[in-house]
């Protein structure tokens, strides 16, 4: 029953978007008695709630999230340096970590380009085809960097990296460098430029912003990236 709940609730993603209780046992292949078993029980437990369009996660699950440590400590931890760095820029700033093979965006501010991005707070996205992705893979153990190597590499453009040699050859001008870059890997007419975030040499994190391509600005952007990164290394280590 645990399972099959966990498997409901999952069934939402990536979009969180409403869902009829045929689309959530077609999406869970359970059968629809219990798809509707289960979701009742789980909305008496307030963690799905009916709405006129459908079955929406819940209230209970939103506060239950707000007290995971990555939301707390962390993203307050991080937003005093994700501001700074938005005022330096005025463009969009990410911070992320790592979930297995994705990247995981932990927090997001806005900027003033209004171009359209694929990543949204909670959303995820391949390790490879992300400039926060791969500056985090870049300071990784090696073990993790054959792991994500050994299998295909998952493209979300025509200019993600799909060659492992490529990848590593990068991951190691990453190392070198200190940032990373997406130049539209992860979404076309969007690029970025990442730091780590290192607590005793190991990358718990990574901040980045993104640009309009055309706006890319290197010399501009990686000294900013790079200090608000260390910044926060700093205060996360103490």
Known sequence: ???????????FRPTGQPQS???????TDLPKSTTHRIVEVLAGQGLLERTGEGWVLGRALF????????????????????????????????????????????????????VDMPSRVG???????????????AFSPASLVEEVVSRPL?????????????????????????????????ALGVSCVAAPVLVRGEPVAALSVSVPSGQLQPARLAPAVRTAALALSRALSR
Do not use: C, N
């Not at 029953?1 to 069934?11: A, C, F, P, T, Y």
């Open 1 to 11: 029953m645990l399972e099959r709940g966990v498997h409901i609730l999952q069934s």
């Open 21 to 27: 209780l045929s689309a959530i046992a077609r999406r």
């Open 63 to 114: 506060e239950l999230g707000e007290l995971v440590p990555i939301k707390r400590r962390l993203r307050e931890t991080a937003l005093p340096f994700m501001e700074d760095l938005y005022e330096a820029t005025h463009e969009t700033v990410h911070l992320a970590v790592r979930d297995d093979l994705d990247v995981l965006y932990a927090e997001k501010i806005r900027g003033h380009s209004g």
């Open 123 to 137: 959303g995820r996205l391949p390790l490879s085809s992300t400039g926060v992705g791969k500056t985090l893979l």
């Open 154 to 186: 998952r493209r979300l453009t025509e200019h993600s990296i799909s060659d492992p040699a490529v990848l590593q050859d990068e991951l190691a001008t990453i190392r070198a460098a200190g940032v990373g870059y997406d130049r539209e890997e992860a």
